[in-house]
C-alpha cells in the first residue's frame, strides 16, 4: 500500500513533467501498480485471551507471547517497543503511561498502563539493560517463532506482530473509544487511516 501511493504520486509528477515538456518521454507511461491492499488481520477478544492463557513448554515462546500482548494492550510498534526505556514511562496522579513519540512519524503519544502490561515489565525487570524495558530485541528472531506460538494457541491466522497494532484499534473501537483517542494512541498523522479500523467487524469471536 505504501509503495503504491508513493508511486502514484510520483507518477502524476513525472505525466505533468512530460506534459509541459521538462522531459522527453514519460517513462511511467506502460507502468501499472495494483495498491493490493488486504484486510488488515488482528485478533479477536477471545482469541487473544487464548494467547494470553496457554502455557508454553518452550520460554521463547511464552517470551514472544508476552511481548505481543504488551503490544496489544499499547499500541505500541515492535520497533517503539525496541526503544522503549524506563524514562518513558512516567507517573501522573498515581497512574503509569507511556509518554514518548513514535519511531516511525516522530508523533508524541501517551498511552496508560493498564495491569497487564505492567505485569509483563515487573515480569522482566530483572533481565533489563541499558534501561531499556525490553533489551537485546532482534525483529526477524522474533517474526517466525511469532507464527509457531500463534498456531500453538490454536489460532489459525497469518498474524504478524504489527497485527497487535490492528488489535488493539479495532478493539478499543468496539469498547466504545473514541476514534481521535485511538488514532492518537496509535501515533497516525492522519485520522482516516484509523477510520480504516471503524467499518472492522467486531472482535468477539
Request: net charge positive.
Amino acid at each position: 500500500g505504501s509503495i503504491w501511493e508513493n508511486c502514484m504520486w510520483l507518477k502524476g509528477v513525472v505525466m505533468r513533467a512530460h506534459f509541459n515538456g521538462l522531459i522527453p518521454r514519460n517513462p511511467f507511461a506502460q507502468f501499472h501498480i495494483s495498491p493490493n491492499v488486504k484486510e488488515r488481520e488482528f485478533l479477536t477478544e477471545d482469541e487473544l485471551k487464548a494467547v494470553m492463557t496457554h502455557e508454553f513448554a518452550d520460554p521463547k515462546l511464552a517470551y514472544i507471547r508476552d511481548l505481543f500482548v504488551f503490544a496489544s494492550f499499547t499500541a505500541l510498534s515492535f520497533v517503539d517497543i525496541k526503544e522503549l526505556t524506563n524514562d518513558r514511562i512516567v507517573e501522573v496522579n498515581g497512574e503509569k503511561w507511556i509518554i514518548s513519540k513514535r519511531h516511525k512519524t516522530g508523533v508524541p503519544f501517551q498511552v496508560k498502563l493498564l495491569d497487564i502490561p505492567l505485569q509483563i515489565i515487573e515480569r522482566y525487570r530483572p533481565f533489563q539493560e541499558n534501561d531499556l524495558v525490553f533489551p537485546n530485541l532482534n525483529y526477524w528472531s522474533i517474526c517466525k517463532p511469532l507464527k509457531k506460538m500463534i498456531r500453538e494457541c490454536g489460532v489459525n491466522k497469518d498474524i504478524s506482530f504489527h497485527c497487535s497494532r490492528h488489535g488493539f484499534a479495532t478493539l478499543a473501537l468496539c469498547k466504545g473509544m473514541p476514534i481521535e483517542s485511538v488514532s492518537r494512541i496509535l501515533g497516525h498523522t492522519n485520522i482516516e487511516t484509523t477510520q480504516i479500523y471503524a467499518s472492522a467487524p467486531r472482535m468477539v469471536a
